[in-house]
């Protein structure tokens, strides 16, 4: 079993086994909060190429369909959803995807068919020739991305032409010095910002 592998299986494991309660509490109040399922199921894609569902808990309401991106206040958001995307907890069950393999706790993080279509052909094979993550460089850059593009007048175009032009140079910076150390630092930065979140 490859390193990085055995690596996530000892951090996500114990994970899961430890915020479980946390995790059925969660889905109790998504289920208090508004009508229907637990979780919200995306096509991504991952390590080369191949499409799996990301695994997030619901945030939005279900009869409300709009742009791939969420921006700012969006108004499709429930109330405990906001408070899941502020701490991040709406991340929490991508655990289980690492759990499957589809992804590693650190790596580029997967887009929509969408825009990866839109990768020049060099950069995406560079980009998914490792296991896509729960956070790296770019998710901690952007943290706060809904809220940059809540000032946009077109929020989807300036995300093509600005944002994602960052997040491959950033990707492209994780895969040339990946190793179990970045990793580990990466994730502990990722809690810094998350516990610190202004």
Do not use: C
């Amino acid at each position: 079993m490859h390193s990085k592998r055995i690596f996530d299986l000892l951090f996500v494991i114990p994970g899961l086994l430890l915020l479980s309660p946390l995790l059925l509490f969660i889905a109790l109040l998504i289920k208090l909060d508004s009508r229907g399922p637990v979780f919200f199921m995306q096509t991504r894609i991952g390590q080369y190429g191949k499409p799996f569902n990301i695994i997030k808990f619901r945030t939005m309401r279900v009869a409300n369909k709009g742009l791939k991106l969420t921006i700012g206040k969006d108004e499709r958001i429930t109330r405990i959803g906001h408070w899941l995307r502020y701490y991040k907890l709406d991340e929490l069950p991508q655990l289980i995807n690492v759990l499957r393999g589809e992804m590693s706790l650190v790596g580029p993080r997967p887009e929509v068919p969408e825009y990866v279509a839109l990768y020049p052909d060099e950069i995406r094979d560079r980009v998914l020739s490792v296991p896509v993550g729960m956070t790296d460089f770019a998710s901690i850059e952007f943290r706060h991305e809904s809220e940059l593009l809540a000032t946009s007048h077109q929020p989807e175009i300036d995300y093509i032409e600005k944002i994602l032009p960052i997040k491959l140079a950033y990707h492209q910076q994780y895969v040339n010095e990946r190793s179990l150390w970045l990793d580990f630092r990466l994730i502990l930065l990722t809690f810094k910002h998350i516990f610190h979140h202004p």
